[in-house]
């Protein structure tokens, strides 16, 4: 037995509610895609079913009866009731789909856009949404869930990874190098230095007064050259032959393996103070598309450098998430 015996089909009263709200079989058949005497016959089949006279007709038009009133706000709320529900669920299941990533933009052009084919290719029913970001992402308040910091704060309630720390180059062009000559640092102070702004904002982050002064080399007290607010920016500028600049290997991408940048003193590299750290909310590893994600990335932090071209493909596997 039906546990909803006088419960109508919902067809009629998704009629009835439209013809309620617009006073008109017509409207109403618009509003539906039928017409109008498929309208009239559904809401003579409820009324007939229920036994209640819900409608006056009048030969210009109908009007809702006292009863019908009662009934029309009853499954209006129910209805929108249904409808928002139906909704809210089908957003959640969507959500579980979708994995929302920030980082800097830097990390996120120059490290992950050209190995990020290779999650979509292993998981095409995950949406990944990257957020460049200039202050950190707050995981407990924004829709964002795995942020991707360069510190070395404590995170006591979030999961972290370290995935890499960062060793600083001086890099130019492969013209630009030949043009000048580099035998040792002291000879950079002659040349183009390009800056990162970004970076300079970071307390005792690297910068080229450090980067040289480790280097052995006596440095002014206003460094020359010019300044960029990021630093894909920066590498761009390296790129097209407008001085030199320093980044980390994570920054350069596969920059050098293809060429487009060679570094200038390669006796020199200099460890910075940071580290880039993966983060989540302990309850977002439940997910597995968050989970897919961050074994993802850890595998692909121990790969080799992309070379020309290249699309990582480190496994015909899909990465376990088990254990």
Not at 73 to 80: A, G, K, N, P
Not at 107 to 130: G, S
Not at 197 to 218: C, F, I, N, R
Not at 242 to 260: C, F, H, K, P, T
Request: proline residues 7%; aromatic residues 8%.
């Amino acid at each position: 037995m039906s546990q909803f015996p006088a419960l109508p089909p919902l067809s009629s009263l998704r009629a009835f509610e439209a013809a309620a709200r617009q006073e008109s079989f017509q409207r109403a058949a618009d509003e539906l895609f039928l017409t109008a005497g498929a309208v009239a016959h559904q809401v003579r089949q409820l009324e007939a079913r229920t036994g209640l006279n819900l409608f006056h007709r009048h030969p210009r038009g109908i009007s809702l009866t006292p009863v019908g009133h009662r009934y029309y706000e009853t499954i209006r709320s129910v209805l929108d009731m249904l409808s928002s529900t139906t909704q809210l669920l089908q957003a959640e299941t969507e959500r579980e789909n979708v994995i929302t990533i920030s980082s800097i933009a830097s990390f996120i052009t120059r490290w992950m856009m050209p190995r990020l084919v290779d999650f979509t290719r292993r998981y095409p029913a995950y949406e990944v949404r990257l957020q460049g970001i200039t202050t950190p992402a707050d995981l407990r308040r924004e829709p964002v869930d795995v942020s991707i910091r360069l510190g070395n704060s404590p995170y006591p309630d979030l999961e972290v990874d370290t995935l890499f720390s960062e060793d600083f180059m001086a890099v130019a062009s492969p013209a630009y190098a030949a043009e000048h000559k580099f035998d040792t640092a002291q000879d950079l102070l002659g040349v183009t230095l390009l800056h990162d702004s970004y970076e300079a904002l970071l307390p005792d982050q690297v910068t080229w007064k450090m980067w040289l002064t480790k280097a052995g080399v006596k440095t002014p007290a206003k460094m020359p050259g010019f300044w960029f607010s990021h630093t894909y920016l920066t590498l761009e500028a390296a790129m097209a032959g407008q001085g030199v600049a320093i980044a980390s290997a994570a920054m350069l991408g596969n920059a050098l393996e293809i060429g487009s940048l060679v570094q200038v003193v390669p006796q020199t590299l200099v460890r910075g103070p940071y580290s880039y750290r993966l983060l989540r909310l302990p309850e977002a590893e439940s997910r597995p598309a968050v989970q897919a994600f961050c074994a993802w990335i850890m595998e692909m932090v121990n790969a080799p450098p992309l070379q020309a071209g290249e699309v990582p493909m480190i496994s015909t596997q899909e990465v376990s998430l088990e254990g």
